[in-house]
């Protein structure tokens, strides 16, 4: 029979808004329930080293997240490995249905549930993802030791993991559409100095070019985006890092969404347009995309949370 749990605050993503959010509440003993979703301590899980965490010079981003974790447990947060299949806001309480089978009913909701790897939506792609094709250096690096690899895309990710790639990697080449990159300029400096890496610029990977039998990545054919000149490139690992999407797909018929799929708040507060249901971290931002910011956000959602509990209660 399906189990019904009900809470004064639920907590929808374990990324760092969602843990600092569970801090905050527990300690407004609102006894919160937070959900982990399929990435448990979110998008730090799939990097290493992180050197912009207030009061860490280094720290792995997976140690973070599992440290965020425990003291979100210690403050008294109740945390459930479950992923929510379906939201109901229209109605209070909310209702959550998660993947287990549990209805989470709920007096306010924190939407904490971040944003997800963007895809180039080549049928190519595709069909190598898993067998060449990746969106996680730190997750399947490993497989390419002595090996070349491209990586696509100009931001912070793609230049960490073209860095990261390099521990692995005989040569890594950096494919990006402009001959300007977003990244930081400590980054920048890092990649270009680099003696295994090579950036190719003004130009976008036009397919993914393998094998079959066994199924596997040989190359990457890449148009130069002025001239459509069509190179080659061999390797036998394709690391896609063009950006990330907000996970809002649990609400955007139910919520005023902005820029593309970011849940909207008031400015200056996590309210979203619907009362009671409070949204935070890199699922509401798409200028900053921060741990740290994240973090603030997961503050601020706890804090409006628990003064529209005690208002409306
Ligand atoms: P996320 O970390 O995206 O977490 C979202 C959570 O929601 C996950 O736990 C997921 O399981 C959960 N979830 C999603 N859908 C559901 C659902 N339906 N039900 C339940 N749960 C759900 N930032 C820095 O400040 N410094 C760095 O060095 C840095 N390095 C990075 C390296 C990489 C490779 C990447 C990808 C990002 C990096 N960032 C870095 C950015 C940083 O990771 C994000 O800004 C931050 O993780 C956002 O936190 P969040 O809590 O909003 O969401
Ligand atoms: P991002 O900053 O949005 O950069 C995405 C890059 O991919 C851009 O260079 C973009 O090109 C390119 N791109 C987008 N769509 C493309 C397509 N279809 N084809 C080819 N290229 C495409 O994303 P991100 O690097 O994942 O970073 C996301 C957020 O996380 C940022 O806020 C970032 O600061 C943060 N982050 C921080 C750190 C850190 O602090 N060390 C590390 C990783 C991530 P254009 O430049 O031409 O638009």
């Known amino acids: 029979m399906a189990q019904s749990r009900h809470t004064k605050v639920l907590i929808i993503g374990s990324g760092p808004a ?13 006894q919160p329930i937070l959900v982990q979703g399929m990435e448990p301590g979110g998008q730090l899980t799939t990097t290493t080293e992180v050197e912009n965490w207030p009061g860490d010079t280094e720290v792995q981003g997976p140690d973070l ?54 895809w180039l939506g080549l049928p190519t792609e595709e069909r190598f993802k898993g067998f060449g094709v990746s969106a996680c250096a730190t997750c399947d690096g490993f497989f390419y030791r002595g090996q070349e690899i491209v990586v696509v895309g100009g931001g912070n990710t793609a230049v960490e993991e073209a860095l990261f790639l390099t521990n692995f990697a005989s040569k890594v080449t950096l494919v990006h559409r402009r001959d300007e990159l977003r990244a930081e300029k400590i980054l920048q400096d890092r990649l270009m100095k680099h003696p295994k890496i090579e950036t190719l610029w003004f130009h976008e990977v036009d397919e993914v070019v393998g094998t079959d039998s066994p199924l596997g990545v040989e190359g990457v054919r890449v148009k130069h985006v002025t001239t459509g000149e069509i190179t080659q490139i061999p390797c036998k690992g394709l690391f896609i ?17 902005h820029h593309g799929g970011y849940v909207q708040v008031e400015p200056g507060s ?18 900053y995309r921060q741990a740290v910011t994240s973090a603030g956000m997961g503050c601020m959602a706890a804090l409006d949370a628990e003064r529209w509990l005690a208002e409306n209660d």
């Open 18 to 30: 969602g843990y600092t959010a569970a801090v905050y509440a527990s300690r407004a003993m609102l």
């Open 65 to 118: 997240m599992v440290r965020m974790e425990s003291h979100a447990r210690e403050m008294g947060a109740e945390i459930i490995m479950d992923l929510i299949t379906d939201l109901d806001l229209q109605k209070r309480p909310f209702t959550a249905k998660g993947d287990s089978g549990t209805v989470y009913t709920a007096d306010a909701v924190i939407l904490a549930t971040g944003a997800r790897a963007k």
């Open 270 to 287: 996590t309210r979203t347009s619907i009362p009671g249901v409070f949204a935070a971290g890199d699922l509401t931002d798409h200028v």
């Open 241 to 257: 890092a063009i950006g990330h999407a907000p996970a809002s797909e649990l609400v955007k018929d139910q919520l005023d969404l």
